[in-house]
């Protein structure tokens, strides 16, 4: 497990490096700033990575990445478990013709296998660039007040099926 996580990482890296040069090549350091070079180098992820898979794309951190992925001009698959969210979410985006709904519990890491090779099955070709692992759950209570099945349900979604989605996509996207 945790050699390909390495690989993972060590291809994150990369590839970033690689943007890091494309960069260098096209626009000045000294003429960006931050936020710039980091929105320069989203386009560039754009240009070359075409579909990107967002779950947790219903509130938050990945309602936002949504919209910006879709002002980029991003193809997207948004995910969560909660239809009109998503609804919602896609028809504030920029170009909403552009992302797709796959309603996707992450509760069950179980299940997780099945429905991904359901979605490919019904849709066989279809390309997944970049695996955003954006849904996650917080606990808004004391060790006390928590019960250990909900400690238990936290940490299927936040850890359990985080892995075992990535896996599935690791799979799929070799």
Known sequence: MFSSIYILYTLAI?????FLRKIKKWKSRKEMNFNGKVFFL?????NYLKVIWLTGASSGIG????????????KLI?????????????????YPEN??????????????EILVNDYFAKNPGKKIDILLN??????RATCLEHTFE?????????????IALSKVFLFVMS
């Open 99 to 112: 992302v797709e709904i796959f309603i996707l519990d992450m509760s069950n890491a179980d299940q997780l």
């Open 134 to 139: 954006n849904a996650g759950l917080s606990m």
């Open 42 to 46: 989203f386009r560039l992820l754009i």
């Open 14 to 18: 990369m590839t970033f490096l690689f």
């Open 78 to 94: 948004i995910s969560s478990r909660r239809l009109n969210e998503l609804e919602r979410v896609k028809n504030n985006c920029k």
């Open 150 to 162: 909900k400690d238990k349900y936290i940490m299927n979604v936040n850890f359990l099926s985080v």
């Open 63 to 74: 309602e936002a990445l949504t919209y910006k992925f879709s002002e980029l001009g991003a």
